[in-house]
């Protein structure tokens, strides 16, 4: 699918928002950027929890303060916008890269079984509280905003505009999609396997949520770079999702709607979306629900 996004970007000139918007009925149109926004508040919510549960660990930072911090990410969004999009992709590459070494060298630490990795792979589903999780890892990694993006991006790039020069185009984006996707298919699993190497294996079922697990890496890894690393971990992929939600919000508000904000004010009602309901639950319910929302 993110191929096929890619290659409508490129032979048609258009992404997925504004070719929509010449093909289908203005009511169709308005539901579909009405589902593309819910997508894009619903990931930056899972952002800004993580980036003030990354806060909170490395810093001692209290939630509710790393929650309102977020909010200011939006100034260094608008000066990596100034300085053209390559200065922004080699931002997201630097911070996805981060986070790829940060868990690498966790899953180095862990020592997981390699077998068992493989048994992995097939889905077992024993209960609807697993079913539920799953949904949640599915819905975590397949954002669809990324489709209307990519989209959009693939025409920034440099190609004759012939049918040679947009078949090549197809053929190496299609290359690029394959190493992007596996290695986010490898920080997922990084993430899973490392919690069942370390937990699971050690017998602590109790580590139920991000903070717990956090506070058991050092003593169990034995040494205190796991939970560094996983914080800045956090942090980066907080970053890097960010940068993605606001190029998309753009994207999708043009392209179904026709209608132009600047980015700063169209990044701060994105974040604001996000933002009131991650404030007011952990105002109200306390940090400890802060996982309950994230998988919700």
Request: aromatic share 10%; net charge positive.
């Amino acid at each position: 699918v993110q191929s096929h996004s890619a290659r409508l970007g490129i032979v048609t000139g258009k992404d997925i928002a504004q070719f929509s918007r010449g093909y289908y009925f203005r009511w169709h149109n308005f539901v579909y950027w009405v589902l593309a926004e819910i997508a894009i508040a619903a990931t930056d919510l899972a952002e800004i929890l993580g980036m003030a549960i990354g806060l909170k660990l490395l810093f001692g930072l209290n939630m509710l303060i790393g929650v309102t911090l977020s909010l200011f990410d939006t100034l260094i969004i608008m000066y990596l916008v100034k300085r053209g999009m390559r200065s922004m992709e080699a931002v997201i590459i630097a911070l996805i890269s981060v986070i790829g070494i940060s868990f690498s060298i966790e899953l180095f630490l862990s020592k997981p079984n390699f077998p068992e990795i493989l048994s992995g792979v097939i889905p077992i589903i024993p209960d609807s509280q697993a079913l539920y999780l799953a949904i949640g890892i599915i819905g975590a990694t397949v954002m669809p905003h990324n489709l209307y993006l990519h989209s959009s991006l693939v025409q920034t790039r440099r190609f004759a505009k012939d049918d040679d020069g947009k078949s090549k185009a197809i053929k190496y984006n299609f290359l690029d999609t394959v190493i992007a996707l596996n290695l986010a298919l490898f920080v997922n699993a990084a993430i899973l396997i490392l919690a069942a190497s370390t937990f699971h294996k050690t017998g602590h079922y109790e580590v139920e949520d991000i903070q717990n697990a956090h506070k058991m890496l050092a003593p169990l890894l034995g040494t205190i770079l796991a939970p560094l690393l996983f914080g800045i971990a956090l942090i980066a992929s907080g970053q890097s999702s960010t940068l993605t939600g606001t190029l998309t919000g753009q994207i999708v508000m043009e392209g179904y709607l026709n209608i132009r904000l600047s980015p700063w004010l169209r990044r701060l009602i994105t974040r604001l979306l996000a933002v009131i309901p991650a404030f007011f639950t952990i105002l109200i319910a306390g940090e400890g629900k802060s996982g309950s929302l994230l998988i919700l």
